[in-house]
């Protein structure tokens, strides 16, 4: 059992930057892949980014390529998304989830990103 907890989210001004933080309970952090994901109002969530168990290898969505970039440490079980270059369009719930094999099986609660324009 993993419990995932996102820290971060705000308000800020379409050019600015975000860093969020999703801390996980247990002892077995490192053995979790780890993705962000997002949800618009009105729009399904859509995957952000990922990163493998040793942090060794990163995905992301076209979308924000070149923008956001994902991070780990084991020794603290917290994931990261530093977020930069904001457009109004990234405002959306942001959500870390945890996979274990082929399926994200733990989600956090989900924190507020706004970007206005």
């Known amino acids: 059992q993993v419990q995932l907890v996102e820290s971060g989210g705000g308000l800020v001004q379409a050019g600015g930057s975000l860093r969020l933080s999703c801390a996980a309970s247990?002892?077995?952090?490192?053995?979790?892949?780890m993705g962000w994901f997002r949800q618009a109002p009105g729009k399904e969530r859509e995957f952000v980014a990922a990163i493998t168990r040793s942090g060794g290898n990163t995905y992301y969505a076209d979308s924000v390529k070149g923008r956001f970039t994902i991070s780990r440490d084991n020794a603290k079980n917290t994931v990261y998304l530093q977020m930069n270059s904001l457009k109004p369009e990234d405002t959306a719930v942001y959500y870390c989830a945890a996979k274990n094999g082929n399926i994200y099986d733990y989600w956090g609660q989900g924190t507020q990103v706004t970007v206005s324009s």
């Open positions: 247990g002892r077995t952090f490192s053995s979790y892949a």
